[in-house]
Every structure is written in C-alpha cells, then in structure tokens.
C-alpha cells in the first residue's frame, strides 16, 4: 500500500490462486502484528483470522525484544486462526565468544523451552543481522536439537558478512530441518544465502536436497532480468561486496538499504560509514538490544540523530534532558514495544522521560477492543459500500497509510496496470505505451512534453490518451527541493528553535502567544517514518511560528521553526 499503492490481500489471494499446493509463511510481530506499534488483542486475532482465510498457512511469530507476553499472544492468535505457528527466537551477539554473554546459550536455550511449552508447532532462530558463524551455529543449533528432539528447527539468516552459506551448512549439520535460502540471482550480501551452493554443497551427502541444480539455474535466470528492473533500489547501490563490519554494528539485513535510503533522504547518503558506526552506538546507549523491527528502526532513528547534530554517545547521555530525541526512542523508553532483556538504560531514561508515563508489563494488554463495525461503517461512508473486510483490516493496521492509498486510486486509478518500468521510472519522451486496466480495454498513451516549473513547484505535462491531446499538472519533487528557501535558526539565539534533522511538518503543538515551559513539545517532525518531537530550549512565549501543517513544506536540517521570547 505505501509504495506501490496495491492491495496486499488482492497480491495474496492471486498468488494463492496460482499457487495452490505450496505452504505461504509470513511474519508476525507477536503483539505488534504487521505494524510498528501496539493493537488490541482483539485486532491481532482478527488480522491472523482473515491472513488464514486469504491464503496464509505459517506464521513465523516473533518479538523485537524476544518479549515473551507479546509473543504469546501472537502465537496464541496464529494458532486461533487455524494457522501453523512458527516461534522465532530473535538472534544477536555470539554464543560462541565468551566475552559477549548478555545473550548467552542459556538465555537462548531457557527462552526456547518457554515457546515450546507454549505449544509451538516449529521453533525458529531469526538470526535477522547474519551474525551466526559456523562455531556459534553448531553451539546453538545443536543444543536446541539435544533439548527438543521432537520439534521442528528452522533456521532464517542474511548474507550480509558473506559467511551465510557456512553457516547454514553447520546448521544442517547440527541438526536444523530447514535453513532460509534465496534463489542465486537475488542472494547474497543482505539478503539470503545462495539456493544454488546449499544444493550443491549437500549434493551427495546425507543432507541432499533432492533439488536439481539446473531448475535453479532456469529459476535464477528468471530473477536476473526481474531484479535489473529495481536497480534502484538495490543495496549493491551501497554494497558491492559482504561487509563483515555487520559483526560490529548489528544492523539486520532487512535494515540495511532501507537505513541507507532513509539516510539519503535526510542528507546523510555520504555519511552513510558514520551512520554504521554511530549504529553501533546508539544500541549500547539504549542497553545493547536484540534489533529487528521495530527495535532496529529505534536503534537506526538515534543512529541518524547522533550524526545528523554530531553527537557522540558520551554527549547523548549527557545532555539527554535537553535533546528532541527521536519519537520512536522516547516511546520505547516508555516502554512501548515491551521490556527488554536486562532492563531500560538508566540515567538514561530517567532523563529522557522525566515526567512522562511509563508502561509496565504487556503493552497492548490495556487497550480497549477495536470496534470492527464501526471501523467498517466509517471507511464506507468514506469510500462507498465495496469496502471489504480485507480494507477492514488494512485500515485497522495501517490507517493513514490506508486513507493515503485510497486516496491515490480515486485521484490516479489502478497503478498496478502500469508494468515496472514506467511505474518506478515514468515514460519516454515520445514513447508510445499500451495501459491494459481488463481485458478488451486498453488505453494508447503517448508522452508529449513537460512542461516548465511553476511557482508552486508544478509542471505540466502533455501527452496523447487514445489520439486525443491532454495535459496534467505534476507536482515536481525534485526540483521542489532545489528551489528550497527557509530562514535558518541561529545557533546562538536561545529562543530560536530549528529543525532537529530534515523532514515533513506533521503535528504543531502550540500558538503565537501561547506560554511554553521548557522541554515542552512544540511541533513533530516526521521523515522516512522516523517521527521527532522537538521540545523547546526555553521557558517562554511563543513569539512567531514559521511552519504549517497546511503548507506540506518539507524542512532541512536547522530550518526555522518558531522564536520564543525567554522569559
């Protein structure tokens, strides 16, 4: 929905449809379901019912904290639907280095016993980073495997240091029914293993497959042509090779680029290396995390904010009281995604939260149930009565994200019509493409022109629909950002706040006029997902306020937002 603008359950019930005599396995963050945030229990069960009845059979259930509450839930709401439920224990640090053993082979072995009590049907280890190396493979997997003898193993790792393919071989060896590959064209670095050398690697063996190597090659060859089309966005952008520094900063295979585009985003793509590093940092400030979704996205957003205002780790802890840290670390300090192993940080987050609320235990235990009727009646007033239960549940998950997609296809239509190409890239000049919307309806599209910049940052553009003339204002982002004019805070005027890191104005918290106290939340600046608050420095009156909401206006890092007069 946020990227392609399609339908997620439409995408899963084709595939299903075609698909019919294959296990589908999703991802299921216990108590956080598909978001980033709590829900009502009610709307975790809810979503695993309607995920089973579209198609899904496994749900790999996991916690970004390894939060036992949470991911009981989870397992009990899969396992509710009708669903194969698959326990992920989340992987960091070595158990095979003596001198790391915050995460040691008991904490592993101890967490297992309670999934396996708890009726798991398959134990998984989610190593999410790529840290497993052979000895710590052997170590874990065959500790697992003498404790359950019984119970299914699967093991799921990235290729990011370039050791993946060693390690699910001590893996299989150790005793893991299944290990998580990738066809060879689409492996590699951060993704899977390679499918082709864990074939031919076990060929002949005791571990055989039983997989011909020539259909993966047909298969690879397949992939080849479809990953050239997202080149764009591929991490050999930034990778062009294994990195084995992912031993040192942790950051999860599945972060890796999209920290990388966040970072570009913000103005950081050519301090990408200090962003790795300060990575690394920010995990021990916050007390040294087990990191995936959303607990890497918190360790990645303080990362960006540590290089963005050239902050070191020793200067976050210090000067903690004063800093608008990211929305994201305040609300798990709060306890928002759960405890985590070992406890909060502390002075930490004493500083940080000063006065603000804490939450013990579950998160979402003392949310109220979602009311689906009313969500329901809601969105068809909105959108009409082809509402169905599968936009029920996009909407309860995602809502904004939900609303921004409905509203992309009643302005622009079914984008999914359009093939990868001119999707991601946009037509020719003077390139004539075919549109299928169903079958016997096709439109003939011709791109013409554009157009020049107008003063709000628009372009015409003309083309041919069907031999007739049309013309479109689009809004130009790019040049929008090169035409960027906004008055700067001064750094050394006390009352003049500035943006803390570039981003959208998504919330203004208070008035010309109004009295604010220090530490008070002024605005919320969000940007590639990351949400900032920005507290003010100073007791005082708000003096004048230099952003809106209404305005869509996106700000540079230290563009001004508002002046206070010190009291």
């Known amino acids: 929905m946020r990227f392609l603008y399609e339908c997620p359950?439409?995408?899963?019930?084709?595939?299903?449809?075609?698909?019919?005599?294959?296990?589908?396995?999703?991802?299921?963050?216990?108590?956080?379901?598909?978001?980033?945030?709590?829900?009502?229990?009610?709307?975790?069960?809810?979503?695993?019912?309607?995920?089973?009845?579209?198609?899904?059979?496994?749900?790999?259930?996991?916690?970004?904290?390894?939060?036992?509450?949470?991911?009981?839930?989870?397992?009990?709401?899969?396992?509710?639907?009708?669903?194969?439920?698959?326990?992920?224990?989340?992987?960091?640090?070595?158990?095979?280095?003596?001198?790391?053993?915050?995460?040691?082979?008991?904490?592993?072995?101890?967490?297992?016993?309670?999934?396996?009590?708890?009726?798991t049907h398959i134990l998984a280890i989610k190593d999410m980073a790529g840290l497993l190396k052979p000895e710590s493979s052997w170590l874990l997997i065959g500790a697992l495997r003498d404790r359950f003898p019984e119970v299914p193993i699967h093991v799921h790792t990235h290729d990011t240091a370039g050791a993946g393919v060693a390690a699910m071989l001590a893996c299989a060896e150790a005793g893991?029914?299944?290990?998580?590959?990738?066809?060879?064209?689409?492996?590699?670095?951060?993704?899977?293993?390679?499918?082709?050398?864990?074939?031919?690697?076990?060929?002949?063996?005791?571990?055989?497959t039983g997989v011909s190597l020539d259909k993966v090659f047909d298969y690879s060859e397949y992939w080849e042509v479809a990953r050239g089309l997202y080149a764009p966005f591929d991490c050999t952008a930034t990778m062009k090779s294994g990195n084995s520094d992912v031993y040192e900063n942790e950051i999860p295979g599945g972060q890796y680029t999209n920290l990388h585009f966040q970072a570009h985003s913000m103005g950081l793509g050519n301090k990408f290396k200090a962003v790795k590093k300060a990575y690394a940092e920010a995990n021990k400030l916050l007390g040294d995390l087990i990191k995936v979704t959303p607990s890497s996205k918190i360790v990645g957003d303080l990362a960006q904010f540590m290089v963005q205002n050239n902050l070191t780790r020793a200067?976050?802890?210090?000067?903690?009281?004063?800093?608008?840290?990211?929305?994201?670390?305040?609300?798990?300090?709060?306890?928002?995604?759960?405890?985590?192993?070992?406890?909060?940080?502390?002075?930490?987050?004493?500083?940080?939260?000063?006065?603000?609320?804490?939450?013990?235990?579950?998160?979402g235990a003392s949310l109220p149930p979602l009311d689906f009727e009313a969500l329901e009646a809601k969105l068809k007033a909105t959108w009409g009565d082809e509402i169905t239960p599968e936009d029920v549940m996009s909407a309860a998950m995602y809502p904004k994200v939900f609303q921004?997609?409905?509203?992309?296809?009643?302005?622009?239509?079914?984008?999914?019509?359009?093939?990868?190409?001119?999707?991601?890239?946009?037509?020719?000049?003077?390139?004539?493409?075919q549109v299928e919307l169903e079958r016997g309806k096709t439109l003939h599209i011709k791109a013409l022109a554009l157009g020049d910049l107008n003063k709000v940052g628009q372009r015409g553009v003309f083309?041919?629909?069907?031999?007739?003339?049309?013309?479109?204002?689009?809004?130009?982002?790019?040049?929008?950002?090169?035409?960027?004019?906004?008055?700067?805070?001064?750094?050394?005027?006390?009352?003049?706040?500035?943006?803390?890191?570039?981003g959208k104005v998504v919330e203004i918290k208070v008035k010309e006029g109004q009295k604010v106290e220090k530490g008070q939340p002024l605005c919320v600046l969000s940007a590639m997902k990351m949400e900032t608050v920005v507290n003010s420095p100073v007791a005082g009156t708000v003096a004048k306020v230099y952003v809106s909401v209404a305005s869509d206006s996106t700000l540079e890092g230290d563009d001004l937002i508002l002046e206070i007069n010190e009291n």
């Open 9 to 119: 359950w439409r995408r899963l019930q084709e595939l299903r449809a075609l698909i019919p005599n294959v296990p589908f396995q999703m991802l299921l963050r216990g108590a956080n379901a598909v978001g980033y945030t709590n829900y009502p229990d009610n709307a975790v069960f809810k979503f695993c019912e309607v995920a089973k009845e579209n198609g899904m059979d496994i749900f790999r259930v996991f916690d970004s904290l390894n939060y036992l509450p949470n991911m009981l839930l989870g397992m009990e709401a899969a396992g509710s639907a009708g669903g194969v439920v698959e326990a992920a224990i989340s992987y960091t640090g070595d158990v095979s280095d003596p001198m790391r053993q915050k995460y040691s082979l008991d904490y592993y072995l101890e967490l297992a016993e309670e999934l396996v009590k708890a009726g």
């Open 176 to 208: 893991a029914d299944v290990v998580d590959v990738a066809v060879d064209s689409m492996s590699g670095m951060t993704s899977q293993p390679s499918m082709g050398a864990m074939v031919a690697c076990t060929n002949g063996t005791k571990l055989n």
């Open 315 to 363: 200067q976050v802890e210090e000067q903690a009281e004063e800093l608008s840290l990211p929305l994201s670390v305040v609300e798990y300090l709060q306890g928002h995604i759960g405890i985590p192993y070992g406890g909060f940080p502390e002075p930490l987050r004493s500083k940080v939260l000063k006065n603000l609320p804490r939450i013990e235990g579950r998160p």
């Open 404 to 433: 921004e997609y409905k509203e992309f296809l009643a302005k622009y239509g079914p984008v999914e019509c359009l093939n990868t190409r001119l999707f991601l890239d946009g037509p020719k000049i003077a390139e004539e493409i």
């Open 463 to 502: 083309f041919e629909l069907n031999g007739q003339l049309r013309t479109v204002l689009v809004k130009d982002t790019q040049a929008m950002k090169e035409l960027h004019f906004h008055p700067k805070a001064l750094k050394d005027v006390r009352g003049q706040v500035g943006a803390p890191m570039p």
